[in-house]
């Protein structure tokens, strides 16, 4: 018998708060996450999250919807792209980004809430 489970990430399991980086995780019992993550203008994973995560590029792989707001992903390989509002995207580890504008970039992500913004 499965066990149906809801939860609501405006009372998340957990807060990550970085430079310029606010993070909400609902933890379910399926050993998934979903992550809604806030990056202010100005946030480059470089100079926010790179600290916390102590690594050259992020090593988190994520699946994510983009709510509001614009990033620029930057591959190690050099590859690049830019998300906005409406769009999905499977990001491999692997990766820089940046907030491109004034606006806030709000996304949800569906695979990389277990680690992201955590220490190793």
């Known amino acids: 018998m499965s066990n149906l489970e809801l939860k609501n990430l405006s009372h998340p399991d957990e807060i990550r708060d970085l430079p310029k ?3 909400e ?6 050993d998934h996450t979903v ?10 994973w470089s100079e926010c999250v790179k600290p916390t995560a102590g690594t050259q590029s992020c090593q ?6 983009n709510i509001s707001g614009r990033m ?3 591959m190690d390989d050099g590859t690049e792209k830019e ?9 491999p580890p692997g990766h820089n980004a940046m907030v491109i504008g004034d606006e806030p ?6 695979s990389g809430g277990k680690s992201y913004a955590k220490l190793p």
């Open 72 to 74: 620029k992903i930057i």
């Open 35 to 44: 992550m809604r993550a806030t990056f202010q203008p100005g946030w480059k």
């Open 25 to 30: 995780v609902a933890n379910l019992n399926s």
């Open 60 to 65: 988190v792989a994520h699946t994510i919807y």
């Open 105 to 110: 970039c709000v996304m949800i992500d569906f």
């Open 21 to 23: 980086t606010h993070v």
């Open 83 to 91: 998300i906005g509002p409406g769009d999905v995207a499977d990001i």
